[in-house]
């Protein structure tokens, strides 16, 4: 099986940074997409930031130019450093992922995808 685990969330000040990991295991062929979304309270899950198996990025409006994702294909993680962080940043983050668990699956273009548990990060004001 394939998991997803996130690290590095916490408790922020305004104007602070933090950086979050995922970090993808098991039986993993390839990953294609990988991403970040976050849900606050009574809100929807959203996207926050993408990033493809090329490296091609896409970010919400709310983020852009305050956060960067990135990954590494290697150790099949992906980061998403945050700066400038705002109370509205309040959520618990969820690490994303587009995976191929075989060979089969690759040639095929049917990958599985896979959530993590997630993890909080509060920003105070």
């Known amino acids: 099986q394939v998991q997803l685990v996130e690290s590095g969330g916490g408790l922020v000040q305004a104007g602070g940074s933090l950086r979050l990991s995922c970090a993808a295991s098991g039986s993993i062929f390839s990953i294609d997409a990988m991403a970040w979304y976050r849900q606050a309270p009574g809100n929807q899950r959203e996207l926050v930031a993408r990033i493809t198996s090329g490296g091609r990025t896409n970010y919400a409006d709310s983020v852009k130019g305050r956060f960067t994702i990135s990954r590494d294909n290697v150790k099949n993680t992906a980061s998403l450093q945050m700066t400038s962080l705002k109370p509205e940043d309040t959520a618990v983050y969820y690490c994303?992922?587009?995976?191929?668990?075989?060979?089969?699956?690759?040639?095929?273009?049917?990958?599985?995808?896979?959530w993590g548990q997630g993890t909080q990060v509060t920003v105070s004001s």
């Open positions: 994303n992922a587009d995976l191929y668990g075989t060979p089969r699956e690759a040639i095929r273009n049917t990958p599985a995808n896979y």
